[in-house]
């Protein structure tokens, strides 16, 4: 029986070290899926991962490549399951992922015809997929369009779509002809080791030596690079603050580790941004410049893969493309050890008074309960290699602050599309990949109701595949759209709209013990440690339902008068839990006043 396109297909993902596949079915697909079928009966299957909704297959395509540095590969039909796949792949694609989409198209004869769920793939994967897509209209081609669209993934940090209509995956394969006009491609891409020149980085070194108060910002391009990163902040003396993306480069026990920047970051790393005479940037594409220093009060230097993300969100002095293991390495031995320790000394009396903050915050009464204790709490009880997924949201709020990332641990959410749901399918996909380890889904309502329901269903169904069946989800039952709350509150100076904040309340441990999986209620702060014990020693996936105050602010770590000016106005124009709203911001004041001093 001659090889069809679609068994060819197959052969060349496991060829190019394809570990799973994330869809679902469709007719559009049918080819590709036959042949995953009969794959299985060769050396070269590959696993279907079937997921409830194309846009959790983006997503744990994307999850996977955060979490492996692998290629993630999600499979879609023609029509409607390619167009549910988009949300997923801009996150992958403004998080710089290696992510390859398949997706189906109706047959050849009948584009052009308004034939059904005939939509203009090509034209709707150009942007997001627009370093590569591609779609197959004769077998000779799908060599090499798959061998493109993996190399370009890797090489480009990026997301790559090939789109091959039905009647294609069902003719015979044809290797090209040795003939003009044909494409002879193959598989196989190492990374290059990009260093900077020498002079450059003499450069950097000067600027560097120079400094005074010398801060660091990680991001996610710094995650390969942790112990060189540590190395070089106790030879400079500096200070290390973490873009969201890069919480997992350096434990949080290192006591020069000021911890998350940002709205959502730490007061110890915004003064030291604001006090810095010196910033050194590594591997990060932080986007908010009012917690950068002030453009001309520090002197810069940037690491960065990508030469185009150099120097545009700080006026940097010396610009570094390079690797960022690469360039710290080459960069260390010209770097001074100052003997001068009172910047980094002063950091570190700045980081340890501010964790007494947050764990004075968490300790704070609230109704039900005050989520700052929810996140301290599960911060001491978090396994070794555990690996994190958080949503956006109120939950990347605590997860930012409260959370101690210990050594050997991941830790990931949406960094620049900030979208919801992305946790849940992340969280499935670190399980396929370290089926040993434990994931930990942090999820609020809003995103739990919106796609990660049907997660669970996708957890219930693989479950006992895992060597270790492990797996939390945490979800803040606060029945509100919390983040989005507070910014009309803290940002137009509106009061709550009610009718768009408010979640329904729906028994989110019973859904799970619907599922065949366990689940736990938690609405009582005296119960939460015995709660949190037992869930973590349940020899099954486990969603923890916690229920919390919404009313608990997120402060930023400075707040200027048009913010206070804002809420102001939003607590006296008729918001309707103002009461609480003023308690609770009242406490966390409170707390830092006598905490920080």
């Not at 679609?6 to 590709?32: A, H, M, T, Y």
């Not at 979490?67 to 167009?83: D, H, K, N, R």
């Not at 709707?124 to 799908?142: I, N, R, W």
């Amino acid at each position: 029986m001659a090889k069809q396109v679609s068994d060819f297909i197959v052969e060349r993902l496991s060829q190019w070290g394809v570990k799973r596949i994330f869809g679902f079915p469709g007719d559009g697909i049918n080819g590709i899926l036959g042949a995953m079928n009969r794959a299985k009966r060769k050396d070269f299957a590959i696993p279907f991962v079937q997921v409830r909704h194309e846009e959790n297959a983006a997503f744990m395509a994307c999850g996977h490549a955060k979490f492996t540095g692998e290629v993630g590969v999600c499979l879609a039909t023609s029509g409607p399951g390619a167009i549910h796949l988009l949300n997923g792949l801009y996150d992958a694609r403004m998080d710089h992922q290696p992510v390859v989409a398949i997706v189906g198209q109706q047959a050849r004869s009948s584009l052009g015809g308004n034939y059904q769920q005939e939509v203009d793939l090509i034209s709707l994967f150009k942007d997001v997929a627009g370093e590569y897509v591609h779609m197959c209209s004769d077998p000779m081609q799908t060599r090499h369009l798959i061998d493109r669209a993996f190399r370009t993934a890797i090489s480009e940090r990026t997301v790559t779509c090939i789109i091959f209509p039905n009647d294609v995956q069902e003719l015979d394969f044809v290797e090209p002809a040795r003939a003009h006009g044909t494409i002879h491609s193959g598989i196989g891409y190492e990374k290059p080791v990009v260093v900077p020149a020498d002079r450059e980085l003499r450069r950097a070194a000067e600027v560097l030596n120079e400094g005074k108060k010398v801060a660091i910002l990680v991001g996610a391009g710094a995650l390969e690079a942790a112990d060189e990163v540590k190395e070089v902040a106790e030879v400079l003396g500096a200070g290390v603050a973490k873009a969201l993306l890069g919480k997992a480069v350096l434990p949080d026990d290192l006591p020069y580790v000021t911890g998350a920047i940002g709205l959502l970051g730490t007061k110890p790393s915004y003064d030291m941004m604001m006090e810095c005479d010196t910033l050194l940037m590594i591997g990060s594409s932080f986007p908010y410049s009012e917690y950068l220093p002030r453009e001309g009060k520090a002197r810069g230097v940037q690491i960065d893969i990508s030469g185009k993300m150099l120097s545009i969100r700080y006026p940097m002095e010396v610009c570094l493309h390079g690797d960022s293991r690469e360039t710290l390495r080459a960069l260390l031995p010209l770097l001074e050890q100052k003997s001068d320790r009172s910047w980094q000394e002063q950091l570190i009396r700045e980081t340890q008074k501010w964790w007494k903050v947050l764990e004075a915050r968490s300790q704070d009464s609230a109704n039900p309960m005050n989520p700052q204790l929810v996140f301290w709490e599960l911060s001491k009880r978090l396994p070794d290699n555990c690996i994190f997924s958080a949503d956006s949201g109120s939950t990347a709020a605590w997860f930012a602050r409260d959370l101690k990332i210990r050594k050997g641990m991941k830790a990931s959410l949406s960094g620049n599309l900030a979208t919801m749901c992305p946790a849940m399918p992340y969280t499935i996909a670190a399980k396929f990949a370290f089926p040993e380890r434990v994931p930990i889904c942090l999820i609020g309502d809003g995103a739990f109701q919106m796609l990660g329901m049907n997660g669970m269903i996708t957890i219930a169904k693989y479950w006992r595949e895992w060597t270790d069946p492990r797996l939390i989800i945490l979800v803040l039952n606060n029945q509100d759209l919390n983040m989005v709350t507070w910014e009309q509150r803290a940002m137009l100076g509106d009061p709550r709209y009610d009718a768009s904040q408010g979640v329904p309340d729906i028994p989110y441990a019973e859904y799970a013990k619907l599922l065949g999986l366990d689940g736990i209620k938690i609405d009582d702060p005296a119960k939460l440690a015995e709660g949190l014990d037992w869930a973590f020693n349940v020899n099954r996936p486990v969603l923890i339902e916690a229920c919390t105050d919404p009313s608990v602010p997120m402060l930023p770590p400075h707040i200027d008068f048009k913010e206070m000016k804002a809420f102001g106005s939003a607590m006296l124009g008729g918001d309707s839990k103002t009461w609480d709203v003023i308690k609770q911001t009242y406490k966390d004041v409170v707390d830092e006043y006598f905490h920080a001093k």
